[in-house]
């Protein structure tokens, strides 16, 4: 399936964000390299992954190349892609995507708030047990995961995230609670992801 004009657009924001921290543009050789990606079938969620993952590894080198381009990304997305099929093939437990339906528009058609709605979905599907030692750093990541995805949704709201930040604040106020107090802060946290769950009808149920 070809890529949409969103997706290609979202690969150039993170393109421009990693490779030069400004806008940019993709050059000749990067979409000829996105449209080998495009008929392998290779998603876009996996090509962003792979992407983050060349350029979060190139930031701990001591002398990264300075020339960078979209094929020096093959490897990493060459393992993605094989993550992702054996994420498959491990059965209807982590359809990471399901739900993402019900998700309104226009932030149901917004590759990048699909993929962290994904990558959060797995984390919840590979939560250990609460006496593994590795809980609590999985239960971090996965709440890191939740918040990415929240964040998308309140930028997509636009200045509609005004008026019901202004609602939550006065509902907590009249439940007497101290602005900037632990539990404002839990408080909030909670109601807002709710009131951003009602606005685009995201399933965070059980979250």
């Known amino acids: 399936m070809p890529y949409s004009s969103e997706e290609k657009d979202w690969l150039e924001r993170e393109w421009a ?20 990606w495009e008929a ?17 590894r190139r930031e701990k080198r001591d002398k990264p190349r300075t020339f960078v381009a979209l094929k020096h990304l093959d490897r990493d997305v060459a393992k993605a892609v094989k993550l992702r099929e054996a994420l498959l093939r491990a059965g209807p437990a982590l359809d990471a995507g399901r739900g993402w339906e019900q998700v309104q ?16 979905q797995r984390l919840r599907a590979a939560a250990p047990s609460p ?10 990541r996965e709440r ?24 939550l604040r006065q509902r907590l106020e009249a439940a007497d609670m101290k ?16 009131q951003l769950a009602t606005a685009w009808g995201l399933p965070l149920e059980g979250s």
């Open 40 to 56: 392998e079938a290779v998603p876009m969620e996996v090509v962003v992954s792979a992407l983050n993952a060349f350029f979060d």
């Open 105 to 120: 528009a226009p932030l149901r058609g917004d590759p990048a708030a699909k993929a962290a709605f994904e990558a959060w």
């Open 144 to 167: 890191e995961a939740r918040a990415a995805l929240l964040a998308l949704a309140e930028a997509t709201l636009g200045p509609a995230a005004e008026a019901l930040r202004t609602e």
């Open 17 to 36: 964000f990693r490779a030069w921290g400004r806008a940019g543009l993709l050059s000749t050789d990067d979409y000829r390299q996105v449209l080998a």
């Open 131 to 140: 006496e593994s030692a590795g809980y609590l750093d999985h239960h971090d």
């Open 179 to 194: 602005e900037g107090s632990l539990v404002w802060k839990r408080a909030w946290t909670h109601h807002w992801a709710r």
